[in-house]
């Protein structure tokens, strides 16, 4: 009698990466607060300090979780595919609360100090990332997780939602780096080359930030770490061959 095949070992190298890409994404969400608590007076809601909530939610969500959610599938690579598809799922919703919540923080500051709205390219750069973000998990949802979808539909619509979950991630991370900028020139003008403390810390962050994104994305580059089929995923993947192009197990 066959014993069970024993689940592939991640590669060494990936390991080592992912480890990496956390350490980086939690020097970005460190240096944020640093920057925000010690330049900028911390945080508070109900204050002058609410616009602060802004950038940090920002960088929580969609940068740091986001960016997690789509490692998922390379560190759960021996899991379930259901369990992985829900860890995958939740993450991007508390991505998605945690940005919702800076954005609710910003507008609501601007009307209270009568600036105004969505004049910027940072601010367009924002609505595109997070309508593009809540329209990804719900059709990623739809065809992932809501039991009504075929497989059919599921194998066309993967390329075009792992391309897309990448893309987005990218256009965060450079939403963020157009909204630090600006606020580094609405706040230090032209002390920002002179080399001022806040300005310096500012740029680290800058260079974390491009640093973590470019990480997850190499990571998620490299066909070889990508996760690998369980025995089911195979006999779905080999049915709908079949039912697609006429073959048969036995003339493979």
Known sequence: MDSPARPAPAPAALLYYVAFSQLL???????????LG???GGIAWESALQFNVHPLCMIIGLVFLQGDALLVYRVFRNEAKRTTKV?????HVFAFVIALVGLVAVFDYHRKKGYADL????SWCGILVFVLFFVQWLMGFSFFLFP?????LRSRYRPQHVFLGGAIFLLSVGTALLGLKEALLFELGTKYSKFEPEGVLANVLGLLLAAFGAV????????DWKRPLQAE????SMDFKTLTEGDSPSSQ
Do not use: P
């Open 25 to 35: 994404g939690l020097a970005v969400v460190a240096t944020t607060g640093t920057w």
């Open 38 to 40: 010690v330049y900028r």
């Open 87 to 91: 860890l995958h799922g939740l993450l």
């Open 119 to 122: 004049y910027s390219l940072h």
């Open 148 to 152: 009504g979808a075929s497989f059919s």
């Open 216 to 223: 997850v994305l190499y990571i998620l580059s490299r066909a």
């Open 233 to 236: 995923e195979q006999a779905l």
